[in-house]
C-alpha cells in the first residue's frame, strides 16, 4: 500500500473515518480545521487557527471554531496544551509528549522523553478521580530568556507562545 503524503487528502481520511465512527456529521469546517491544525504543524490558539482558515472559509466564526477544537480533543485528534494562565493551546500532535513552558516569554516546546505515570494515575484513583491523561508541563525559562539575561517576570502578551520546538 503506497503511503499518502501530506496533503489535504491524507489530512481528510485520518478526519473522516473517526468522525464517521463517533456518528458525527462530516462537514467543510472540520475538514479545513484539521487541515490548517496539521499544516500548522505547531501549537496554536484558537484565534491563530481561525486566522489561518478564515480565507478558505470566509463566514467562519470564532464560536465554531472552539467547538470543533473540542469536539478534535473528545476525538483525540488534537490534544489541549495544559500552558496556565493566558491563552488557551491547542497541539495537533496527539502522540505521547510533554511541554516546556517558558514563563518569561509563553514560548511552548514539546519534549519526547518518557515519563513513569503509573505512580501518580495510581494515586489518583485511590483519591476517587478516574483520570484521562497525564500532561506533563515543565514551567521555566527557555534557552533564549535564559541567555539573554530576562531572568524575572512572567510571559508577554506576544510570546512565542505556539512555536513548535522538540527537545
Known amino acids: 500500500m503506497t503511503a499518502i503524503p501530506e496533503s489535504p487528502a491524507r489530512f481528510d481520511s485520518e478526519l473522516i473515518p473517526v468522525l464517521r465512527e463517533r456518528g458525527q456529521r462530516v462537514t467543510p469546517q472540520r475538514l479545513i480545521l484539521h487541515r490548517a491544525l496539521r499544516e500548522a504543524d505547531r501549537h ?3 484565534e491563530e487557527l481561525l486566522d ?4 478558505r472559509l470566509p463566514n467562519l466564526s470564532l464560536p465554531t471554531v472552539y467547538a470543533t477544537l473540542e469536539l478534535f ?6 490534544r489541549r496544551v495544559p500552558v496556565g494562565a493566558g491563552a488557551l493551546l491547542w497541539d495537533p ?8 513552558t517558558c514563563r518569561r516569554c509563553g514560548r511552548v516546546e514539546d519534549i519526547d522523553e518518557v515519563v513513569e505515570t503509573a505512580p501518580i494515575l495510581k494515586a489518583a484513583s485511590r483519591a476517587g478521580f478516574r483520570p484521562d491523561r497525564v500532561d506533563l508541563a515543565i514551567v521555566g525559562l527557555c534557552a ?12 508577554s502578551a506576544g510570546g512565542a507562545r505556539g512555536r513548535r520546538g522538540r527537545i
Not at 489561518?52 to 480565507?55: F, R
Not at 480533543?73 to 488534537?78: G, P
Open 44 to 46: 496554536l490558539t484558537a
Open 52 to 55: 489561518s482558515a478564515v480565507e
Open 93 to 100: 500532535r496527539t502522540a505521547e509528549h510533554h511541554h516546556l
Open 73 to 78: 480533543e473528545e476525538l483525540k485528534v488534537v
Open 144 to 155: 533564549k530568556c535564559v541567555s539573554s539575561g530576562r531572568a524575572d517576570g512572567l510571559a
